[in-house]
């Protein structure tokens, strides 16, 4: 019985439980800002599993499991009492993969099993989700986004129209008519999302985790990271399914290349950041760098293409050093 007690995770009064309390209700609070602040609150609402992350870490299990569990329970009541059952799912699904973050982080996980465990379980819920959508609406579920996201994009149209010269009607033709291929492409979309929100949070983890004993975890060094060799394999199927002539191959090929494009994206930063530090550039411009990467598309391809031939060339000649 004594062993169970000590097994048992307990809240010590005092920092420890204001602590807790502060990681809680941050948790709950970056989830819903994408309710209450319609721009920021999108970008603030990636970082939900950074707090969990951060508990399982500094404080160890069993008592770091406080966190997700408090906020999983606490998020969900609130979200219930909001009218708003369908977010639980997503709530818990981030509190996941900060729980996979945190636990993989503080044993020392590879980037690769850590990122990828922790997607695997968002999209795993959210493909389940699809599932039990796709029955409830007897197979029209994908006629029914379409329909949603035509609506959506014709009130920002017109809402566009109020304050600017109206939209041409070819423009907003071409932009219906694009509905049909961003509806099938969103697999790859919303697995590319998931990795960059893993990817992220595990920055965050890097940044401000500290062990219970107070000790940084042993990590590998985002700078040399780079992916399994053979997954390029899977970019080359990619490609290919977009150049064969057979119908629905190059949906598929679409969504393969969105997601490998993202994975070497990664790689392509670290090579960035390698070559940053050992040029010792200043911080302002690796912050000004790094935000034309996000949010220039040609930059962002450059980079997933600077990843994509470290395959072959080996920028930071990482081989040979091994």
């Known amino acids: 019985m004594n062993d169970i007690q000590q097994d048992m995770p307990v809240l010590r009064p005092g920092r420890d439980a204001k602590e807790f309390f502060l990681l809680v209700v941050l948790t709950i609070g970056l989830f819903l800002s994408i309710l209450f602040v319609p721009l920021a609150g999108f970008f603030s609402s990636l970082f939900t599993p950074a ?27 609130i979200l219930l009492a909001l009218g708003l059952p369908e977010s639980v799912p997503y709530l818990f699904a981030l509190i996941g993969m900060g729980v996979i973050i945190g ?38 579920m994908v006629h029914l986004i379409e329909q949603d996201l035509r609506n959506v994009l014709t009130a920002a149209l017109k809402q ?32 590319s999302c998931t990795l960059v ?22 990590v590998e060094k985002l700078s040399l990271w780079k992916s399994p060799e053979h997954l390029v394999w899977l970019a080359i199927a990619g490609g290919l399914m977009l150049l064969l002539p057979l ?42 760098v790094y935000a034309v990467f996000f949010l220039q598309r040609i930059a962002s391809m450059a980079v997933a293409a600077l990843g994509l031939f470290d395959v072959w060339f080996d920028f930071r000649k990482l081989n040979r050093q091994a």
């Open 51 to 77: 707090p969990t992350a951060l508990a399982l870490v500094r404080k160890g299990t069993p008592r770091g499991w406080i966190v997700p569990g408090c906020s999983a329970a606490l998020g969900a009541v």
């Open 103 to 140: 636990y993989g982080f503080a044993r020392g996980w590879s980037v690769a099993k850590l990122v990828g465990l922790a997607s695997l379980l968002v999209v795993g819920i959210a493909a389940l989700l699809a599932l039990v959508a796709y029955f409830q609406t007897r197979g029209q």
């Open 160 to 191: 566009l129209g109020k304050g600017s010269p109206a939209v041409s009607p070819e423009t907003q033709k071409n932009l219906l008519e694009m509905v049909p291929l961003v509806v099938r492409i969103m697999p790859g979309i919303l697995i």
């Open 197 to 218: 929100i893993s990817w992220a949070n595990l920055l965050v983890c890097r940044k401000y985790c500290r062990q219970a004993e107070g000790q940084a975890p042993e």
């Open 247 to 288: 119908k629905g191959l190059d949906l598929l090929g679409i969504n393969v290349v969105l997601v490998m494009g993202t994975v070497y994206f990664f790689q392509g930063l670290a090579i960035v950041a390698f070559y940053f530090e050992k040029w010792k550039v200043p911080l302002f411009v690796k912050g000004f």
